[in-house]
Each structure stands twice: as structure tokens, then as C-alpha cells.
């Protein structure tokens, strides 16, 4: 009775799998904070995203760690670089099964760890950093990309990758924009997992949100979506889900929400304490993302919550 009464119901196809594929290594390099995820190699990645296919997932999204960075993050937009031939590697596997989604940023790839090209006074020029976003998305999208997702939070973001997409023919790939990205405190494991680190004790607060403000991201959202934004997405999740329930109201586009890697940090720490019980927590927060309005969640939980939802 309970089942049948159910307000909000989870599935597999409700989940994308954040995976991390880094160049130059030869086996899986586990994150320290980030207990169950690793740093892959190619091979491994196939097998990862081969086990969340098992488990019902449809889509993945990469992050890349290149071996070597430089100041504008070329590794983003080099044919040869590591998320470019990982597309490649899941295209000729899995063919299309699984959908493909690319981070869009340099911020892996940048000596700084900021999210776009820096001018002479150390801060980051957002329209010098368009240009190189648009030369990442059409080399994700030559790649493989079914979806590219920009998230660094520049001004005018969707509307120049939108631009560079279709002047190279790549119509049909989808943006999902980083629309309401708060700065948070909550990414630390998933900098130990793409080795950022901000130059000089440097923080993005001068691009990423202020936590205290919603009207702000309604605001975000809307231009993301007057610039063409195919899906749009809220990060993080779990602190934040009075942002997603404004934009469930604000648009009938398709809504995503990062369930970030310091929430899944803390919910592994819990658990392996006894404080909490994990698998039922898993579901539990999962499905609050949902309830709240959102269509799609990025989640390091994905596969075990798939295991946990088959009969």
C-alpha cells in the first residue's frame, strides 16, 4: 500500500554516474576522500561505465586529469587529450547505449585551478575564457559527446558554446548548463579527485554563487535559458533544494541536480561510523533531490542506488 500510494518513485533512469579518467596512470588510483571512486585509465573507465550499464544507468559524465596542465587548460580542447579519446573509447564500446556527457571547464586542466584564462591582475577574463569553452565543446562534441556541460559559470556561456557547436554542424548536442552553481564548501573531495588546487589560496567566489541568494539563480537560469540552454542544473543538491524547487517552478526544461562530492562524503563517513544506515540514506536523500523537482541527479551513489532499487 505504501508503494502504491508513493508521491515520488526513483529509477535507474533518473541517475548520472560522475566518473573520473586520468591520463598517464596504469591502474585505478582510488580517492582518499571519496571512498568507492576512483581515478581511471581508460580500460577501467570501459569497465565502470560497463557495470553502470548492468546496473540500468543511461548516462555518465567525465572529468578528466590530465598529466600535465598549463595556463589556459589547453587539455581541454586537444583532440588527443584525456576526456577526447575516453569519448572515443566509450563510443566504439557501447555505441548508443549510454549517453555522453562532458564537463566543460578548464579549471582540471589550468597551472591556476580557476575556471577560465586569467588576465594580467590574476582574475579571470570571462570573455578571453569563452573562446577557449567554445574550442572544448566542438572537440567534445568531434569526440563523441552527446552532451556538453559547462561549468564554469561564465557570463554569456551557453550562448557562445551554442554558437560554436552549431557553426560546426553539431546541432543536435545538447547543453546542460551549470545554470545555479553555488560557491561552496562542498567540493574539496572532488578537488583531491581532479588534483586542483587554487593558486595562491584563491577561491570562485567571484564567479560561482553566494549561498546566500535565490533570487539569483532564478535570474541564472533564466539566461542560461534565453541563450539556448537544452537542460539546466543546480549544484549542490542536498543544501540546496529550495533552489531546486524555485526552478522546478520557473521552467518545465529539464532540471538537474549535483548531488556533490562532499555530500556523498558525508553520508560514507556516517555510515562507515554506524551513525547512520547506509543504504537507507542513500535512497532517502536521493529521492528528496527528486521530490523536490528534479528530473535528473549527478550522483557518485548511482550504481549502488541502482542495486538498491532492483527488485
Known amino acids: 500500500m505504501r508503494r502504491l500510494v508513493a508521491e515520488t518513485t526513483l529509477t535507474p533512469n533518473d541517475f548520472i554516474l560522475p566518473l573520473f579518467v586520468r591520463e598517464g596512470i596504469e591502474d585505478p588510483v582510488p580517492i582518499s576522500s571519496l571512498p568507492g571512486v576512483d581515478q581511471h585509465t581508460r580500460a577501467s573507465l570501459i569497465d565502470a561505465v560497463a557495470d553502470a550499464v548492468s546496473a540500468g544507468i543511461n548516462a555518465v559524465v567525465l572529468f578528466g586529469v590530465p598529466a600535465e596542465k598549463d595556463e589556459q587548460g589547453s587539455g581541454a580542447w586537444d583532440p588527443d587529450g584525456i576526456v577526447q579519446v575516453a569519448f572515443g573509447d566509450l563510443r566504439d564500446r557501447f555505441g548508443d547505449d549510454v549517453v555522453l556527457m562532458g564537463d566543460l571547464c578548464v579549471d ?21 575564457t569563452l573562446e577557449l569553452y567554445q574550442q572544448a565543446a566542438v572537440a567534445q562534441a568531434r569526440a563523441g559527446a552527446d552532451v556538453v556541460a559547462p561549468s564554469g559559470m561564465m557570463d554569456g556561456q551557453v550562448a557562445a558554446i551554442r554558437s560554436a557547436l552549431d557553426g560546426d554542424g553539431f546541432t543536435d548536442v545538447a547543453i546542460l548548463a551549470y ?33 546566500r541568494n535565490s533570487r539569483e539563480a532564478i535570474e541564472e537560469i533564466r539566461l542560461d535559458i534565453a541563450e539556448g540552454a537544452d537542460m539546466v542544473m543546480v549544484k549542490p543538491a542536498t543544501y540546496y533544494l529550495d533552489i531546486v524547487s524555485q526552478v522546478r517552478a520557473e521552467t518545465r526544461l529539464p532540471l538537474a541536480a549535483y548531488h556533490v562530492s562532499g555530500e556523498y562524503a558525508m553520508l560514507k563517513a556516517a555510515a562507515a561510523n554506524g551513525w547512520i544506515d547506509e543504504d537507507v540514506a542513500i535512497i532517502e536523500v536521493l529521492t528528496a533531490i527528486k521530490r523536490a523537482g528534479a528530473d535528473m541527479i549527478l550522483t557518485y551513489l548511482a550504481t549502488d542506488a541502482c542495486r538498491l532499487l532492483a527488485p
Open 179 to 211: 545554470a545555479a552553481k553555488y560557491a561552496s564548501s562542498l567540493y574539496g573531495p572532488f578537488r583531491d579527485a581532479v588534483d586542483v588546487t587554487i593558486a595562491d589560496g584563491g577561491d570562485r567566489k567571484g564567479y560561482q554563487q553566494d549561498f
Open 108 to 128: 582540471e586542466y589550468t597551472s591556476h585551478g580557476h575556471c577560465g584564462v586569467l588576465n594580467d591582475r590574476g582574475e579571470v577574463d570571462n570573455d578571453r
